[in-house]
């Protein structure tokens, strides 16, 4: 792999990385939200505390998350601290360190986004493929088109449905949550299975609303690489339907497909943080949910980083990739 | 006479339009002779790629092959030889088979093992994912040869060494290879099984002249080494001349004349056949240049009488409410027009 | 010349009939996913019509309605919720406003986008150069997290529908800016716009009259698609409560069924509604998009 490319890829990573940093540290300064004063305002409206005595508590608080500093020196800091992964305090849950909330939620989306991924990238796609090859049964056509309409439909509101279907009216799976309030989590299968029939619904309206894309999308590639020259030279080769569905068609109509994977990457993610919020599932999409509900700013701030940073590092992966799927990429170089 | 490898009887492809059947290939007859280079040209829209891949029953849904008989010599032995039964169809003098009695199935095997292509546009042929080496071991694969590893090595370089590419090739992707170098890898992959009809459709039209000389050569030599005959279309009256014995000319889904290249060149009997010859380019006669005046007619209507007689200088009033069909006016020279039966 | 044309029926032969109504008509019936899509897209348009000129809207408005979460009856067809709305007030209120944040932001982001893939894509240079950066980045970072920490910035000023339609816009220029600006390098090289710069046509000539006639099919699937997306995102900020608060809209009335657990107490007639105009909505944008996808790429006509 030249050097070049990995260069161009990587730069354009840390270019993604400290855009979305600096954006997230100018924006509140630009529109001169303060996001203590903001969180001590709504705690006075809330709790009904007294005015006196305010502007000290905000001025102790300014020091503290070092508000009262020069802008430059403010900026240097909060740059400091991204890179040693340090998002401040909490506001709301003073003196717990942002950093630690997220801990404690991002695995259970992590788990949640990764199986479904999968899972809805692979099954779509193969089964947009066999749309798309006119030797394929028929019935399967039929099935699958109501998952593409389905498609339309935002994810979470699929969530909200299923919900009210299967755990309201059925009341087959639970309703919310990641494991049953109270219960504690370990290796043992009892926990297992609780974790994933909580886990079920939720990955459920992921699976089914991003299926219809993924089949969708490979459809379409498929129809454009059946069209190709060296498919006709393949089928008067007289080569099995087999190899040309597997080796030659399907072979060069995911490799777009890939890169639309990359691409959809952020909406795979925006998805699943309603969705959790739609289930109360303990990730880090409903964590932002209650943070921008409490105002707890910093919080807003560091998942927000969190994700963009990691939606960045998988489509660097992802890039770096390609190549070993698609030959000809290593060469021509990015286009 | 040598003995015909493929004898094509009356061939008819229409197309599907929601506007009506438009008739590609309208009753063509032709024969290909052992060893032998046929050519078939024509303008586009005459029907002549139709014809070659109507061959390999490769003809995509609105087209359909209406009629006519497609007997190819030893197609039955290739059947057998792979496993597959034979053809439940009738059996002519010398063995041959109608391929239009065959299953998909066994038409499929019958491709490359009887009847190889060598596509147009071999630029984009070859499959850009996948090894040389690959693209040529899975017509073995899937035509039910079993060949360990190192005799499809063997084989390949082989194969590479004869249309004159390096062994090394066979590692390469097909982004890394020349026009020329992609193009003789195509002829490689259609001789591996040793067929004994080859389809060329214009497979030199995105290269220049030079290397078209030096591949056609190529061509020319390992189809005699195979003992096979090709079928060249193409619309390059100058290549035509250099590569074929005999010369089919289309018009509108019909063939026109069948005649050695020599005397077609010389003396034309077609009235189109004569206009096209007169429309070439001379290198000693300087002038303006000739075309044919008027277009070719639309494919959906059913043509009363000759295709050509809107167009034709010479034309009858027989010409233009009976169709005239292709006869052997003189040894070896088929025509088919009024007013060359008439003459002879 | 007069007898070239005497000699061959061909000239009347390929003359396309001029029944130009007729032929959208047949076009439209072997294109049935367009038709049903904006069959679907009609009736809502007709249910905001119908519904604002014969009921009462004010209702939609937070404690206009006395009975807080009433079942469905006959003064309140659809039940009120529990901040004080008529719900079929808001719907025939909210459909209207969540379209029309769509058509803000997707109008917005599809002329911006398609204005500066244009300067970038057929003139090339530095701008090109930045034009592709910020694309391109702006891409990588998810539309949804940008779009929340700018909607969480300037939450406590009020938004109002329209600035939310605005703030969307803000990340829907993107996507349409870089399809149609590789769709437009692509024409750039096409050999009858290269006769026209050579012809000495000059560049916005080109662009006006060579490039963009071609390029009509694919842009109006942009735009479709374009209002799709922001209709989406409008309705997931506003369900994160980064809304219009006051605003009757879709997406805060999901926004609000949520904080309220509707769900988890029955109150079918409050989270059914929205629901059901927001899957119509869609799935009419969605088919919308499939027939004129069809219509850009003939290739996927007639079905596979």
Not at chain 1, 48 to 77: A, C, H, N, S
Not at chain 3, 34 to 54: K, T, Y
Not at chain 3, 209 to 234: D, F, R
């Amino acid at each position: 792999m030249p050097l070049d490319y990995v260069l161009r890829r990587f730069a354009v990573f840390v270019v993604v990385v400290w855009a979305a940093a600096t954006l997230n540290f100018l924006l509140p300064k630009t529109t001169g939200v303060d996001p203590v004063s903001q969180k001590l305002m709504q705690e006075a409206t809330r709790g009904g505390y007294i005015q006196q005595g305010m502007t000290q508590m905000m001025q102790v608080y300014r020091e503290k998350f070092g508000l009262d500093k020069p802008l430059w020196q403010q900026y240097l800091t909060y740059m400091n601290d991204l890179i040693h992964l340090d998002f401040n305090y909490s506001i709301s849950q003073y003196p717990k360190k942002v950093i630690e909330i997220i801990r404690d939620s991002i695995w259970w989306t992590i788990g949640l986004l990764l199986s479904t991924t999968i899972l809805e990238f692979l099954l779509g796609s193969l089964a947009g493929a066999l749309m798309a090859w006119p030797k394929s049964p028929k019935w399967l056509g039929y099935i699958f088109t109501p998952f593409l309409t389905l498609s339309a439909v935002p994810y979470y509101l699929l969530g909200l449905v299923l919900v009210y279907i299967f755990g309201f009216q059925l009341r087959w799976l639970p309703m919310f949550g990641g494991y049953t309030p109270g219960t504690f989590i370990g290796l043992d299968p009892r926990s297992l299975l609780d974790i994933a029939s909580h886990a079920l619904l939720p990955a459920l309206s992921l699976i089914l609303s991003a299926i219809g894309f993924w089949a969708l999308g490979m459809r379409s590639m498929m129809v454009t690489v059946q069209g190709e020259d060296y498919m006709i030279l393949a089928e008067a080769k007289g080569l099995k339907d087999n190899t040309l569905l597997y080796k030659y068609a399907l072979r060069n109509a995911i490799l777009p497909q890939v890169t639309s994977l990359a691409i959809a990457l952020g909406y795979v993610v925006s998805g699943a943080v309603l969705v959790e919020v739609v289930f109360a599932y303990p990730g880090i999409g409903n964590l932002l949910y209650l943070a921008i509900r409490n105002m707890d700013y910093f919080v807003i701030q560091g998942i927000v980083m969190l994700i963009i940073f990691a939606i960045a590092t998988t489509t660097l992966i992802l890039d770096l990739a390609l190549p070993l799927l698609d030959p000809r990429i290593t060469y021509k170089g990015a286009s | 006479m040598k003995p015909d490898v493929l004898d094509v009887k009356d061939l008819k492809v229409y197309y599907h339009t929601p506007r009506g059947a438009v008739k590609a290939v309208d009753g063509v007859s032709f024969q290909l002779f052992a060893e032998e280079r046929l050519g078939l040209v024509g303008e586009s829209g005459s029907g002549k790629t139709t014809s070659a891949m109507a061959l390999l029953r490769m003809i995509k849904a609105p087209g359909k092959i209406e009629g006519g008989e497609i007997w190819l010599e030893g197609a039955d032995q290739v059947l057998a030889r792979h496993g597959g039964k034979n053809g439940n169809g009738q059996y002519a003098k010398g063995g041959k088979v109608n391929l239009q009695t065959l299953t998909d199935e066994q038409m499929v095997s019958l491709r490359l093992s009887a009847i190889a292509l060598i596509a147009q546009g071999s630029m984009n042929s070859l499959n850009p994912v996948m090894r040389i080496r690959d693209q040529i071991a899975d017509g073995y694969q899937d035509h039910g040869y079993k060949l360990t590893k190192q005799e499809l090595k063997e084989r390949t370089a082989d194969l590479l060494n004869r249309v004159g590419l390096r062994p090394s090739v066979a590692d390469m992707y097909p982004h890394e290879l020349s026009g020329g170098m992609k193009l003789r890898v195509c002829i490689a992959i259609a001789i591996s099984l040793s067929p004994k009809v080859i389809l060329a459709d214009e497979p030199t039209s995105a290269l220049d002249v030079v290397v078209q000389r030096q591949v056609m050569e190529t061509l020319r030599r390992v189809q005699e080494e195979l003992g096979a005959s090709v079928l060249l279309v193409g619309h390059d009256m100058g290549l035509m001349a250099q590569a074929v014995d005999r010369l089919g000319v289309m018009y509108a889904g019909k063939m026109a004349e069948v005649s050695p290249v020599h005397d077609i060149f010389t003396k034309p009997l077609h009235p189109y056949a004569q206009l096209l010859i007169a429309s070439l380019p001379s290198l000693d006669v300087k002038g303006e240049f000739k075309g044919i005046p008027g277009l070719p007619p639309s494919l959906l209507e059913d043509i009363p009488g000759c295709p050509f007689a809107p167009r034709c200088p010479y034309k009858m009033e027989r010409c233009e409410v009976e169709k005239p069909i292709l006869k052997e006016v003189a040894p070896n020279r088929h025509v088919a027009c009024f007013l060359v039966e008439g003459a002879k | 010349m007069a007898d070239v044309v005497a000699l061959s029926g061909t000239a009347t032969d390929y003359a396309v009939k001029k029944d130009t109504w007729g032929n959208v008509r047949r076009y439209l019936r072997r294109n049935p996913s367009l038709l049903v899509g904006m069959f679907l897209l009609f009736c809502l348009l007709a249910f905001w019509l119908v519904g604002s000129a014969v009921y009462d809207t004010s209702r939609a408005a937070a404690l206009s309605v006395p009975d807080t979460v009433h079942p469905p009856s006959a003064e309140y067809p659809l039940g009120t919720d529990r901040i004080g709305r008529d719900i079929m007030a808001v719907m025939i209120q909210g459909t209207m406003l969540t379209l029309r944040i769509g058509l803000i932001a997707g109008i917005l982001g599809v002329s911006v986008g398609t204005i500066v893939a244009f300067l970038g894509g057929y003139y090339r240079g530095w701008f090109d150069t930045l034009l592709k950066g910020i694309v391109d980045v702006g891409l990588t970072i998810p539309g949804m997290l940008i779009l929340i920490i700018i909607a969480v910035n300037i939450k406590d000023q009020g938004l109002t529908v329209d600035q939310m339609g605005l703030v969307v816009a803000i990340y829907s220029w993107l996507w349409p800016a870089r399809t149609i600006r590789s769709q437009v390098l692509t024409m750039r090289e096409r050999t009858w716009v290269e006769v026209a710069r050579l012809s000495g046509v000059s560049g916005p000539e080109i662009i006006f009259k060579e490039i963009l006639p071609n390029l009509m099919p694919y842009m109006l699937a942009s735009l479709v698609g374009s209002v799709s997306s922001a209709i989406l995102a409008s309705i997931g900020l506003e369900t994160l409560g980064l809304g219009p608060m006051a605003a009757p809209t879709l997406g805060m009335t999901i926004y609000w069924v949520i904080f309220y657990s509707a769900m988890l107490r029955g109150y079918y007639w409050w989270w059914m509604p929205p629901i059901a105009i927001i899957v119509v909505l869609f799935v009419g944008l969605f088919m919308v998009s499939m027939g004129l996808d069809e219509l850009a790429n003939p290739r996927l006509r007639r079905g596979v």
